[in-house]
C-alpha cells in the first residue's frame, strides 16, 4: 500500500512499485481520484486496486490495514507517504495549525506502520517505507510545522527499525529533494524566481524528475535491502551536502 498515491511523488512510488511486479493498493481520500491511476496501471499490464480513506483517520486508517490483511493474507510492503502541511511563519502558526501538521505529517504514519507492523512482525517479512523530506535538514521560513515532523519522522524510523529487525521487518525512509509536484505547484505560481534559485543552488543544476524517486524508494522495497534498515536514502542532486551556491 503506498499512500497518497493518486499524484505527485507518491503516483510515482506506486508506479515503480507496479512496474517492479508488486500488486500495489492505490490510497487517496476520494475514490474518483484513484480510479484514472488505477486504470492506468491496470491498462499497461500491471497490478493495482484503490483503497480511499484518510489516511489521518485514526479508526480508517486501522481499519484499511485489517482489509488489506484480510483479504490478500498479508501485508509486504507500507509506503507512509501521505502529508500536510500549513505555511505560515512562526509567529502566525496557531495551536490547531501545529497539532493537524504534526498529524498529518508524522502521527498517521506511526499509526498506519504500528497496524502494518503488526501483520508483518507475525509474517515474519516486511517493508515500511516513510517518505521523509531534505526539510528534515534544511529549511526555508514558514516551514517550522513540517520540518519538525519530517525530523521527528527520522527518529520514528530509527525506532521502529530497532524494534522490528528481529522480526524480519525493515523500516526505512527516503529524503526527496526539490521535484515539481502539485504540492509545491501555488509556490511556483506565486514565486516565478523560484524554481531558478533551487536549481541554482542544487549541484546537478535542475529539479528532480518524480521518476527518479521511485527506483529509490523500490530498493528499499524490495528483498535486496534485506540488511539495510533504521536509514535515510537521500535523493535531491546533492543539495544538502553543497556549500556553495552554484552548481557544479
Known amino acids: 500500500m503506498v499512500t497518497g498515491s493518486s499524484r505527485g511523488l507518491g503516483w510515482a512510488i506506486a508506479q515503480a512499485l507496479a512496474g517492479a511486479g508488486a500488486l500495489v493498493v492505490l490510497n487517496a481520500?476520494?475514490?474518483?481520484?484513484l480510479a484514472p491511476r488505477r486504470d492506468a496501471l491496470v491498462g499497461a499490464g500491471l497490478k493495482a486496486e484503490t483503497m480511499a480513506f484518510d489516511a489521518g483517520d485514526?479508526?480508517?486508517?486501522?481499519?484499511?490495514?485489517?482489509?488489506?490483511?484480510?483479504?490478500?493474507?498479508?501485508?509486504?510492503?507500507?509506503?507512509?507517504?501521505?502529508?500536510?502541511?500549513?505555511?505560515?511563519?512562526?509567529?502566525?502558526?496557531?495551536?490547531?495549525?501545529?497539532?493537524?501538521?504534526?498529524?498529518a505529517s508524522l502521527t498517521s504514519g506511526f499509526r498506519l506502520a504500528r497496524a502494518a507492523g503488526r501483520i508483518m512482525t507475525r509474517a515474519r517479512y516486511g517493508r515500511i517505507v516513510f517518505t521523509s523530506s531534505i526539510n528534515s535538514m534544511?529549511?526555508?521560513p514558514g516551514m517550522v510545522g513540517y520540518a519538525t515532523a519530517k525530523t521527528g519522522m527520522?527518529?520514528?524510523v530509527r525506532s521502529l527499525a530497532v524494534e522490528f529487525a528481529a522480526d524480519g521487518v525493515t523500516v526505512n525512509a527516503i529524503a526527496p529533494g526539490y521535484f515539481p509536484t502539485e504540492g509545491?505547484?501555488?509556490?511556483?505560481?506565486?514565486?516565478?524566481?523560484?524554481?531558478?534559485?533551487?536549481?541554482?543552488?542544487?549541484?546537478?543544476?535542475?529539479?528532480?524528475?518524480?521518476?527518479?524517486?521511485?527506483?529509490?524508494?523500490?530498493?528499499?522495497?524490495?528483498?535486496?535491502?534485506?540488511?539495510?534498515?533504521?536509514?535515510?536514502?537521500?535523493?535531491?542532486?546533492?543539495?544538502?551536502?553543497?556549500?556553495?551556491?552554484?552548481?557544479?
Open 58 to 103: 485514526p479508526a480508517a486508517a486501522t481499519a484499511a490495514v485489517a482489509a488489506i490483511a484480510s483479504r490478500f493474507g498479508r501485508l509486504d510492503i507500507l509506503v507512509n507517504n501521505a502529508a500536510g502541511s500549513v505555511r505560515k511563519p512562526a509567529l502566525e502558526l496557531t495551536d490547531e495549525d501545529w497539532s493537524r501538521t504534526i498529524e
Open 154 to 156: 527520522l527518529g520514528l
Open 184 to 248: 509545491n505547484a501555488a509556490t511556483r505560481r506565486s514565486d516565478p524566481g523560484f524554481e531558478a534559485r533551487i536549481a541554482t543552488r542544487t549541484p546537478m543544476g535542475r529539479w528532480g524528475r518524480p521518476e527518479e524517486l521511485g527506483p529509490a524508494c523500490l530498493y528499499l522495497c524490495s528483498r535486496a535491502s534485506s540488511f539495510t534498515t533504521g536509514t535515510v536514502l537521500t535523493v535531491d542532486g546533492g543539495l544538502t551536502v553543497a556549500i556553495g551556491s552554484e552548481p557544479t
Open 138 to 140: 534544511v529549511v526555508r
Open 29 to 33: 481520500r476520494g475514490v474518483d481520484a
